[in-house]
């Protein structure tokens, strides 16, 4: 399947090559000027060069190979020779009706699948999740949802931080709360109660406290690292504890990320790894890859071109505990014996690109992994007003479902202001408040390039008016009511026939879709598919308003019309479940 610009970018190229010239010259693109032609081709100005003429001289011999083409309407030259197309009408009926047929309505496939990891989420066992984690979740959703339309071969895994110093400092924690706990005796072996003898909520009032608490005094930070130390060697009281709180975590985690929508495959993490590492570190030594200094084993990896010197990665500290970066190397090696990618991708919080660029040289260094198949995909903060990273009024991170709640309240205020919403059940209606809720806050979120920084403004995200994830919504449902009335009219859409030019318009942005998931799949950035069901929604709305449909005369122009309209429903939703927001059925 082609887009437009591609079937008239053949049709150039071949009047360029007629003239001895190369047919790539003959790129089409949409006009920057629609107002004189919907698509243009600029490849006389470099041909002029390759052929020492002038470039209206090469426009006019391609205008004339194309005058009276069965798919050009009209060509004319601008300016210095610049070739200005109108594609005739049918060439965007076909294009509609290609578009109808398709299963990816209308994108590409990628040419050669590949198995692709991506590793997003991220959250921290006991700790809360912050707005990083929250960012990490949305977009590595996202990116997974499009690599898989696209046909990639994808595992998704949330890589839980379950084995830090966080869980010696909760160990520590806990021993001074409950000190009567069987778990603090060193001759422990188990059995393990089922019953946790924390809650979540336990430990999220007990860790903030022990890491104050590490952090201001020394003595305690040590006995955390001892604990976290003994955790790791395999004390059995200090293990049947850490899985309690690994598995209330994970309770509370899968509560929440099922809330926003977002699903992981695997739910792995820094733990599972943790028994690959002595041999992995057995390996690096005995090929000479790493090497002691001062006490500790590191891989150099710094480049001598480079201006900033990147520290070594460091494999084992002084005192033989492993890192945050030896885990990832080692997960690396999990990865490859388990899924052998192609690709993986970490969705994580730009600040730590020095990290991932010290894992990946030292993977590649190591003969683990090619440096080219591993891709740090960093975004930027999501700050508060003060352009901070955002903290809730009490100066606290925001908890994931409170800010669910927050978006959804806010989104039910707004839809009953504006009148909207209000059909059905108590249930219906919460459900469509919530839908728009996070709606808001992924489309907001989703809708920047990935690596800017934005502000936290719940209230512009969930306006109704400009390019936001509600009014996407109410787009979309406003056609599947006009879909609805249809069926009770007796009317059942019909071939396409392109008449006004809001027609043609809506099908040139229908066609668009193709480079829209394309490049937010090369770029890893989901902005592109945001901007591309705003322009969608927008020209759908041009369309609606000049053109009416159920209430037209003819009928196969009704039919048609509603064929418009139900493809523009089918590819807005498309657009919606790679950007994992869903539209209710009334609104
Ligand atoms: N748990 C980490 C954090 O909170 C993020 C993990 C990202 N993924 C990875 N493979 N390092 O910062």
Redesign the pocket.
């Known amino acids: 399947m082609a887009s437009i610009a591609d079937i008239l970018t053949r049709r150039a190229g071949a009047a360029f090559a007629a003239q001895g010239l190369p047919d790539s010259l003959g790129r089409v693109v949409e006009s920057g000027r629609p107002d004189l032609a919907p698509y243009q081709c600029n490849g006389a100005m470099a041909a002029a060069k390759i052929a020492g003429k002038p470039p209206r001289a090469i426009a006019e011999a391609v205008a004339a190979a194309l005058e009276g083409d069965d798919l050009i309407e009209a060509v004319e030259i601008a300016g210095p020779g610049f070739i200005n197309l109108t594609p005739k009408t049918h060439v965007y009926a076909m294009r509609a009706a290609e578009i109808a047929g398709d299963a990816l309505a209308g994108a590409e496939p990628v040419a050669v699948p590949r198995g692709v990891v991506i590793?997003f989420g991220?959250?921290?066992v006991a700790k809360p999740m912050h707005v990083?984690?929250l960012r990490s979740s949305i977009i590595g959703d996202s990116l997974q949802r499009l690599f898989r339309f696209r046909g990639d071969r994808v595992t998704s895994d949330v890589?839980l931080?379950d084995w830090g110093l966080q869980m010696g400092q909760l160990i520590t924690e806990v021993a001074r709360v409950m000190p009567d706990l069987p778990y603090f005796d060193a001759s422990f072996t188990g059995p393990y109660p089922d019953e946790s003898p924390v809650t979540m909520d336990d430990l999220q009032l007990l860790y903030p406290r022990a890491s104050a608490a590490c952090k201001e005094d020394k003595a305690r930070l040590e006995e955390a690292r001892q604990a976290t130390r003994e955790l790791q060697a395999g004390r059995a009281g200090y293990v049947a504890l850490w899985r309690h709180f690994a598995a209330v975590s994970k309770a509370a985690l899968e509560t929440d990320f099922a809330a926003l929508g977002v699903h992981f495959d695997l739910w792995k993490g820094e733990s599972d790894v943790d028994a690959l590492v002595p041999g992995m570190v057995e390996d690096l030594k005995s090929r000479g890859v790493t090497h002691e200094d001062q006490g500790a084993w590191i891989i150099p990896v710094a480049r001598e071109d480079e201006k900033r010197e990147l520290p070594p990665f460091l494999l084992l500290k002084s005192d033989g505990a492993a890192l945050?970066e030896t885990t990832?190397l080692a997960?690396i090696l999990d990865r490859k014996k388990e899924q052998d990618p192609d690709l993986i991708l970490?969705v994580?919080?730009a600040r730590?690109a020095d990290?991932f660029e010290k894992v990946f040289r030292a993977a590649d260094k190591a003969g683990y992994f090619d440096r080219t198949q591993l891709e740090h995909i960093g975004f930027g903060t999501m700050n508060g007003p003060d352009g901070k990273p955002f903290k809730t009024r009490e100066g606290g991170v925001l908890k994931l479902s409170d800010l669910i709640r927050m978006a959804t309240d806010k989104a039910r205020a707004r839809l009953e202001e504006a009148g909207l919403g209000q059909e059905g059940d108590a249930e219906e209606r919460e459900a469509v408040a919530r839908a728009v809720g996070i709606a808001a806050i992924k489309f907001a979120d989703l809708s920047n390039l990935r690596t800017t920084n934005y502000i936290f403004d719940l209230d512009r995200f969930v306006a109704f008016e400009g390019k936001t994830g509600p009014y996407l919504l109410y787009a979309a449902v406003r056609i599947k009511s006009m879909m609805r009335k249809a069926k009770d009219q007796g009317v059942a859409p019909g071939e396409i026939v392109i008449g006004a030019d809001e027609e043609a318009a809506l099908v040139r942005a229908l066609d668009g879709f193709a480079l829209a998931a394309s490049e937010a799949y090369d770029k890893r950035s989901p902005n592109y598919l945001c901007d591309h069901a705003f322009t969608l929604a927008q020209a759908f709305s041009k369309f609606y308003a000049n053109c009416p449909v159920l209430g037209a005369e003819d009928e196969a122009v009704k039919a048609s019309r509603l064929a418009l309209a139900a493809l523009t429903l089918k590819q807005l939703e498309t657009v919606f479940s790679l950007i994992g927001i869903d539209a209710p059925e009334r609104m």
């Open positions: 590793d991220g959250p921290n990083g984690h890589h931080g945050y990832d997960t970490y994580v919080d730590q990290h």
